[in-house]
């Protein structure tokens, strides 16, 4: 049944690689989120009002990243996109280490002002260049008539990086820094290690499907049709006439050379 075929899918190399590269570029992030709700209460001051609001705006961006995918991304490499949106998450994470070290009140920037835009960015950056060409790749490796088993088997695996492994990980981290609530010395630390670890599954691009399955059997198609056109070709320019004669000449000579030496002997 459904089992049966998707432990046939996961046979493929297309299919078990990207699963992969999904499972390590989310579980080697670390997730803050706890750490990061308090510290938005403890220290911001911020009101789970505000906070719910931030939210909705948030979904408002995150329509305009997919607005931003359909239009200028969708006919983009996956692999490029990727890649993009591990580079831009990467140098956005600078927000988050300015926040919490307090210096955009050095700058004279407000800290609402401050998380409403980093939020307001990475939920653009997220949606765009890394959740959805991340769907796009996974309907594309679902087989015809069991799309939704393989999808939701594909989407189980993935978060177990990303809400299993990344918040064990955060934790992990926040106690060996000594960061906890009351105690955010450290916190800029955490996320100094996020942005490197962003940069860290850029390494594993390469598990990424770089075509879709369309794509390369229309490929595939191309180079056979392509050599069998050439064949043809080479056929259509030999001239076996050519050969006939070519071999004919050879017998001639080699007919008269033998008669001439017959004859030198005879004579002697």
């Not at 510290?39 to 607005?67: M, Q, R």
Request: glycine share 6%; net charge neutral; aromatic share 12%.
């Amino acid at each position: 049944g459904s089992l049966a075929v998707v432990m046939k899918c996961f046979r493929q190399p297309r299919l078990w690689k990207f699963v992969l590269f999904l499972m390590v570029s989310r579980g080697l992030v670390p997730s803050y989120i706890q750490i990061r709700y308090f510290f938005n209460k403890d220290v911001l001051n911020f009101s789970d009002e505000f906070l719910g609001l931030l939210n909705f705006f948030t979904f408002v961006f995150a329509v305009f990243g997919v607005w931003l995918y359909n239009t200028q991304l969708s006919k983009q490499s996956p692999r490029k996109v990727i890649l993009i949106a591990q580079l831009l998450l990467s140098g956005a994470t600078i927000f988050e280490i300015v926040l919490t070290s307090r210096f955009n009140l050095s700058l004279g920037i407000p800290d609402g002002i401050m998380l409403f835009g980093d939020d307001a960015f990475l939920a653009v950056i997220i949606k765009a260049f890394k959740q959805l060409p991340v769907l796009v790749i996974c309907s594309d490796l679902c087989p015809d008539g069991n799309e939704a088993t393989m999808f939701a088997t594909l989407m189980s695996l993935v978060n177990i990086g990303g809400h299993y492994i990344a918040p064990n990980l955060g934790a992990y981290l926040a106690w060996k820094l000594g960061v906890s609530r009351g105690n955010y010395e450290n916190l800029p630390w955490l996320f100094v290690i996020r942005m490197v670890a962003f940069l860290l599954p850029i390494v594993f691009l390469g598990l990424v499907p770089d075509k879709t399955s369309e794509e390369e059997k229309q490929e595939t198609k191309e180079r056979k049709y392509s050599g069998v056109s050439q064949t043809l070709k080479n056929v259509k320019n030999s001239d076996p006439f050519d050969e006939i004669e070519e071999e004919t000449v050879e017998l001639i000579h080699h007919h008269k050379t033998s008669h001439t030496a017959s004859e030198e002997t005879s004579y002697l």
